[in-house]
Nanobody, 115 residues
Framework: QVQLVESGGGLVQPGGSLRLSCDAS????????LGWYRRAPGEQRQLVAT???????NYADSAKGRFTISTNDAKNTAYLQMNGLKPEDTAVYYC?????????WGQGTQVTVSS
């Protein structure tokens, strides 16, 4: 079983930046991909970005050009660098790990973009 712990959320002004981190433990060698999703108030959880164990990345249209997903060399930490933040980026951001045994989720970290 994979455990995921997100950090790095907070309050930021429009146009600002944040970097989210996701620390994975337990069964990390089974992880085929890591991803970031978000859920805004009143909306369903949506894809932000994913990165495979080979480094292939995929982004939602809303994230392209502003957000960058990456991992450390050990591939047990995933990052989401978010630049040019907009009020509509306000959401709870969740880290996910995709394995052959299923998908695991972190508890989420709140990102609020407001002046």
């Amino acid at each position: 079983q994979v455990q995921l712990v997100e950090s790095g959320g907070g309050l930021v002004q429009p146009g600002g930046s944040l970097r989210l981190s996701c620390d994975a433990s337990g069964g990390i060698f089974s992880i085929a991909a890591l991803g970031w999703y978000r859920r805004a108030p009143g909306e369903q959880r949506q894809l932000v970005a994913t990165i495979s164990d080979s480094g292939l990345t995929n982004y939602a249209d809303s994230a392209k050009g502003r957000f960058t997903i990456s991992t450390n060399d050990a591939k047990n930490t995933a990052y989401l660098q978010m630049n040019g933040l907009k009020p509509e980026d306000t959401a709870v951001y969740y880290c996910s790990a995709f394995t052959a045994r299923g998908t695991f989720w972190g508890q989420g970290t709140q990102v609020t973009v407001s002046s």
